[in-house]
């Protein structure tokens, strides 16, 4: 299942709410309107999101980079494998409820926002599908957080979600040749390359919503 989001088609959305929002005709139009207060408190909210989200993705990416390092310092034949990987284990467990608990709280929220105005309309849209491409992204997150299968070299394609595979227990990895462990290796830099160009996409987002919550600010303040 592919759930990389689509960040070109919400940064158009963000990138029109926040040109109607520069525009002086739409903010004198906007500043009786009851709802801008709501609105603004709610692109707050996914402000704190997508920071959220950021330091989720730092955590994966860190994450990562201790399972390259392990799989470097592993020797083939040894037989405790499963005790140099067992912090891993332990910390991705840990990572990978974190990221259950705050996916769960995402699909919760309710942005029950209903302006009357079509341009305030628009930027309720946007916070909204924010929300649904965080979802999307932590949800990519899920499925990155996998442990790469040793035999999974044999049949690797080159897409999203495929580079990691979930194993139930580490002891498949006893068995395994160098060439195993160096393919772990390249699975695990192809998905720490996904992850650094899903924190430049959701920079990105952060930047926009900054706009949105200055301009709404701005006609509340005028």
């Known amino acids: 299942m592919e759930f990389r989001p689509n960040f070109a088609a919400l940064k158009k959305l963000q990138?029109?709410?926040?040109?109607?929002?520069?525009?002086?005709?739409?903010?004198?139009?906007?500043?009786?309107?009851?709802?801008?207060?709501?609105?603004?408190?709610?692109?707050?909210?996914?402000?704190?999101?997508?920071?959220?989200?950021?330091?989720?993705?730092?955590?994966?990416?860190?994450?990562?980079?201790e399972l390259q390092s392990t799989f470097r310092t592993i020797s083939v034949g040894e037989t405790s494998i499963e005790n140099k990987l067992g912090a891993y284990y332990i910390h991705r467990k840990n990572l990978k409820r974190e990221m259950m608990n705050f996916l769960r709280s995402l699909k919760e929220m309710k942005l029950d926002l209903y302006p009357i105005d079509n341009n305030l309309a628009m930027v309720v849209n946007v916070l909204r599908q924010v929300r649904v491409t965080t979802i999307s992204t932590v949800e990519s997150l899920m499925s990155l957080m996998s442990m790469p299968s040793p035999d999974s070299y044999k049949s690797y394609i080159s897409s999203f979600t495929?580079?990691?595979?979930?194993?139930?227990?580490?002891?498949?990895?006893?068995?395994?040749?160098?060439?195993?462990?160096?393919?772990?290796?390249?699975?695990?830099?192809?998905?720490?390359?996904?992850?650094?160009?899903?924190?430049?996409?959701?920079?990105?987002?952060?930047r926009r919503l900054i706009e949105t919550r200055v301009s709404l600010l701005n006609i509340l303040t005028n």
């Open 162 to 206: 495929s580079k990691f595979i979930r194993v139930n227990s580490l002891s498949l990895w006893e068995n395994c040749d160098t060439t195993a462990f160096q393919t772990g290796n390249k699975r695990l830099e192809a998905v720490e390359i996904e992850i650094e160009d899903l924190q430049v996409e959701l920079e990105c987002i952060f």
């Open 15 to 65: 990138d029109s709410a926040n040109d109607l929002l520069h525009s002086p005709t739409i903010r004198r139009s906007l500043v009786q309107e009851k709802y801008v207060d709501e609105v603004c408190e709610a692109s707050l909210q996914m402000l704190d999101i997508c920071d959220t989200t950021k330091a989720l993705l730092l955590h994966v990416k860190d994450h990562l980079q």
